[in-house]
């Protein structure tokens, strides 16, 4: 299709890049700016070059924070998305009990992350609903999130609980676009319910895989509200992720031009895990015309 | 986001400083309609003229606080001050930096201790002289207990200009299970060899668990200061260089360490800053541990909910931190300030809210129905002439401890330095054992760098 007039296409592009200017391009060419100065928002600011981005390296406290994310966000992917993958096929039929379960699993997701995070830290509480089922059953129990150990493990479990539901709703409804006719031919071939699983449901569930894998990686990066409210980065800096850490440099340690730094830093990692995810995704689609409709 | 401070130090070119301006515009914009606040005097319906308050207390505190500030607009039908909850002390100091910036700050807030040097060096605090009339007259007609006000809560505080009046001020305390003491035979230590000696004996443990501690404490800034001023040493050099007392600091933290590690008498309570203390205040209510230590300020709340806890009520016991070297409390809570670009009359109305809080009968209504210390010196001495403190002798003991308040240096750096360099590692060294001369001489080296 030729536009009309050569400015056209330009014309409709402006409303959503004027949006992204103001709000994403002209924020992170600000941070850029202010991660070569030290700066506390109220004193005038000290030119300090490369220094912050030095201290960050130096101190051990980026490759900390960037491990402590990555390790945080491998737990929550593989997991919210294998369980809802799971959920998804076993509860992928007719009837009333499995739409109801559907929706109590999908509910989580709904709710707020404070009102999960309060909820959790109450039955995470060292005295809470966990430990007391624990020692009811003899097994040996802990202060979940006061311990540097289980700290990050029991806010990944958090997330997983409220996100897998996500995760699940998106397998449905790549379950559902699946003609039934092709796991009826493949049964009259003879495969049984795990080949079919393999050879029909998972070649066509991958595009949803790959979109789950996406949205749930960047939602594990962003991780913030569930820290902010249950470990505070505690303890000792073991919940710290790359999003809190940026908060806690500039709200509580003053440095406007520390935490411009990691934005930065955080930015352009950011940036290579959508191309490495995007390339993934792109090499690992299904080819055209093998998909049926 | 690049600032007033930015902005005015480069104000060359026309172009950019223009849309810097219209985006300050916005951003001031932003805050004030969230925040409901200032940048002009504004008058309520009923023609009074209005101050806004930002306040950061949940629970008891924001009731009596609220139900002064209704007596304050029975009282008077000149001003109304308009108070807003912002969320706890750290939240409200990060709403309120932000709001200096954009200036949308309020007429009046209330901030802790130790950030005060650094908004005022930052001079973005309204000096209080000029709100007292006759110059020279100095900080007398407001007559604040000087231990608990800028004087005496500074190193030098009292030399310079007047930038915060005291508000809730606290010392840390112990408190005890009377029961329990009287129990064992038992009297609160005064020395840490004592608390040692008494944690040893107040612990009972249950196979591999511990069915009651013998001493519990938040891992802060706030109790750590106290132990390094009672092992004698400062937490900042002459020059304001950090120091973090030095062997003295050293010798704090390692007795922690042997309480936590060695003789297992101290439970660490999990989390983080507040959620840490309110841990403590609970095991010390459900008996899990015999003797703690924390903020005056809980006085009322402990004493009450340890009274009326069906089979598990006893009588709460307060005593004054032991000495190790020598006798030294940190002061704590929270000051009163002014922040700088509010409208004149909204200046005023915040100002009469102040001296009026100021006044004895505020003032003791303040401190008797939370626990903090009465700011007032007419209104403490009121007390004292009452016989408030003879019925009441717990609340005798921060009072008593006064005495031996340690001054906070008077250095910009103080609060960044306990945030970032001090706290999480008080955390590392006790929960994961790390060495505590190395974890010092670690955070002296962090807080040096700027």
């Known amino acids: 299709m030729k536009p009309r007039h050569p400015s056209s296409p330009y014309l409709l592009l402006l409303p959503t890049a004027a949006f992204l200017a103001v709000f994403f391009l002209v924020p992170l060419l600000l941070a850029a700016r202010n991660s070569f100065y030290a700066w506390d928002l109220l004193t005038p600011p000290r030119y300090v070059g490369l220094r912050n981005y030095e201290v960050l390296a130096g101190s051990g406290e980026l490759m900390g924070t960037l491990l402590r994310t990555l390790g945080y966000s491998a737990v929550v992917v593989t997991l919210s998305g294998s369980l809802g993958l799971a959920l998804a096929v076993a509860l992928d039929r007719p009837g009333p009990v499995y739409a109801f379960v559907r929706g109590a699993v999908f509910s989580a997701y709904v709710v707020s992350w404070v009102a999960v995070a309060l909820l959790w830290m109450w039955i995470l509480d060292a005295d809470g609903v966990f430990s007391a089922a624990l020692r009811g059953l003899g097994l040996p129990t802990m202060s979940w999130l006061g311990d540097p150990r289980s700290a990050l493990l029991a806010l990944a479990a958090v997330s997983v609980w409220k996100i897998t539901g996500y995760a699940m709703v998106i397998f449905l409804a790549g379950l559902q676009d699946i003609p039934r006719a092709l796991h009826e031919a493949a049964a009259l071939d003879g495969a049984g319910p795990w080949r079919r699983f393999r050879h029909v449901t998972w070649p066509l569930l991958r595009p949803s895989a790959a979109f789950v894998a996406t949205t749930s990686l960047i939602l594990s990066f962003q991780a913030f509200d569930v820290i902010r409210v249950m470990t505070q980065g505690g303890p000792v800096r073991s919940t710290t992720l790359f999003v809190y850490a940026i908060y806690e440099h500039v709200f509580v340690n003053l440095r406007v031009g520390r935490a411009s730094a990691m934005i930065v830093i955080f930015f352009g990692f950011l940036l290579l895990l959508t191309v490495l995810q995007l390339w993934a995704l792109r090499a690992g689609a299904p080819r055209e015309g093998r998909r049926p409709s | ?450």
């Not at chain 2, 006759?134 to 310079?160: C, I, K, N, S, Y």
């Not at chain 2, 103080?414 to 010092?440: G, H, K, N, S, Y």
């Open chain 2, 1 to 450: 986001m690049s600032g007033r401070a930015r902005g005015a130090a480069r104000s060359g070119a026309s172009a950019a400083c223009s849309r810097r301006d219209a985006l300050r515009a916005l951003a001031a914009s932003i805050a004030a309609a969230a925040s409901g606040a200032t940048g002009c005097a504004r008058r309520a319906p009923d023609g009074r003229i209005e101050a806004s308050l930002w306040f950061a207390y949940g629970g008891k505190n924001r009731e009596v606080l609220l139900s002064l500030i209704d007596q304050f607009h029975r009282e008077q039908d000149r001003y109304r001050i308009d108070a807003v909850y912002q969320g706890d002390y750290f939240e409200a100091l990060a709403k309120l930096r932000t709001a200096l910036a954009a200036r949308a700050a309020p007429a009046l807030t209330h901030v802790v201790g130790e950030v005060v040097p650094y908004l005022a060096e930052a001079g973005v605090l309204e000096p209080l002289d000029r709100f007292l009339g006759a110059p020279g007259a100095g900080h007398a007609d407001l007559d604040v207990v000087e231990a608990l006000g800028q004087a005496g809560t500074f190193v030098g505080g009292g030399e310079r200009p007047l930038v915060c009046l005291p508000f809730n001020r606290s010392t840390p305390i112990a408190y005890y299970n009377r029961d329990v003491f009287r129990e064992l035979g038992l009297s609160p230590p005064s020395t840490w060899d004592e608390l040692r000696a008494a944690a040893a004996r107040l612990v009972v443990r249950d196979g591999v668990g511990t069915r009651r501690w013998g001493f519990e404490c938040p891992i802060d800034w706030w109790f750590w200061a106290a132990l390094v001023g009672q092992a004698g040493g400062e937490l900042l050099g002459p020059d304001g260089a950090p120091a973090f007392g030095g062997e003295a600091g050293v010798r704090a933290l390692r007795f922690w360490q042997t309480l936590v590690h060695e003789d297992r008498t101290m439970k660490p309570p999990p989390g983080r800053d507040y959620n840490a203390w309110q841990v403590t205040n609970t095991d010390f209510l459900s008996g899990r541990v015999a003797m703690i230590w924390t903020s005056t300020a809980f006085l009322r709340y402990l004493e009450e909910n340890a009274g009326q806890a069906g089979a598990g009520k006893f009588e709460v016991g307060a005593a004054p931190l032991p000495r190790d070297v020598r006798s030294s409390v940190p002061t704590g809570g929270t000051m009163f300030v002014m922040p700088r670009g509010a409208a004149p009359a909204a200046q005023e109305a915040a100002f009469a809210f102040l001296r009026w809080m100021m006044q004895p009968s505020q003032a003791n209504a303040w401190a008797t129905r939370t626990g903090y210390m009465p700011v007032s010196r007419r209104g403490l001495e009121e007390l004292t002439r009452s016989g408030y403190y003879a019925a009441h002798p717990n609340d005798r003991v921060a009072v008593d401890q006064l005495a031996h308040a340690a001054p906070w240096p008077w250095s910009p750096d103080l609060f960044r330095v306990q945030r970032e360099a001090v706290q999480p590692r008080l955390e590392e060294a006790v929960l994961a054992q790390r060495d505590a001369a190395e974890t010092l001489s670690e955070a002296v080296r962090v807080a040096r760098e700027r």
